[in-house]
């Protein structure tokens, strides 16, 4: 996860865990994790259908691993997050390489992947479009950019995002399905699916998509 990144300290044990914590006044980070599991496995499932030459995935954000502990018998994975308690939960739960680092800084791997992914990370970022930049420049030829984001495109994803998603005041970047998808073609990618993920939905429905603010998105590098 990655937040507020003027201050990393946010982004250790207390932001998972603490009292103060977004996730502890659900069920807690761990728990609402495998709670939607479910949505994890969908993503795996959308992603291998999309892939072919694809070997290597890169999930930034990886948190405590969950979502690369799906798909480790399908690539070879690799870890980022800017928490370095999350990358040491991580290592716990799946083994793979780890690297700590700030996305809008830098990228701490030297070498390119196959596919990214990005889960729930943009909305926290300051300068979405430099962070984007940055994982197409290490992604290899037509490799897979995959994110999960919340969105605000009309009255109702509004009214979604504000019961779902607005308690977490790191999100800094909030905008409509067309911007976003606006932002990332800018940035040299091109469109293969997109889909509504808010639980139960799972849809490509244009209306759903832009109506229940939560997405999940596959884009190819041009």
């Known amino acids: 996860m990655i937040l507020d990144v003027n201050s990393q300290n946010k982004f250790e044990r207390d932001y998972f865990e ?5 996730f502890s006044k659900t069920l807690g980070y761990d728990v609402l994790v495998r709670l939607n599991l479910w949505r994890s496995k969908i993503y795996r499932k959308k992603i291998i259908k999309y892939s072919s030459f694809h070997k290597t995935l890169l999930d930034i954000g990886c948190g405590y691993g969950h979502f690369l502990n799906i798909l480790k018998d399908d690539f070879t994975i690799y870890g980022m997050d800017i928490s370095r308690h ?5 290592k716990r739960r799946v083994y793979c390489d780890y690297e700590q680092g700030n996305l809008e800084e830098g990228f701490p791997f030297e070498k ?4 990214i992914t990005a889960i729930s990370v943009i909305e926290h970022l300051e300068n979405p479009k430099g962070a984007i930049l940055k994982i197409h420049s290490h992604l290899n030829k037509n490799g897979l950019f995959c994110l999960e984001i ?4 009309n009255k109702l994803s509004k009214k979604v995002y504000e019961l779902f998603f607005a308690s977490d005041k790191t999100h800094i970047f909030i905008k409509s399905v067309e911007e976003i998808e606006s932002l990332i073609s800018s940035c040299g990618f091109r469109k293969l699916a997109l889909y509504c993920s808010l639980f139960p939905i799972f849809t490509q429905r244009r209306n759903w998509v832009n109506n229940f603010s939560f997405v999940f998105g596959i884009f190819e590098k041009v």
Do not use: M, N
């Open 86 to 90: 999350a990358i040491k939960v991580a």
């Open 18 to 22: 603490g009292d103060h914590s977004h």
């Open 150 to 153: 919340p969105t605000v495109s």
């Open 112 to 115: 390119k992947f196959d596919i």
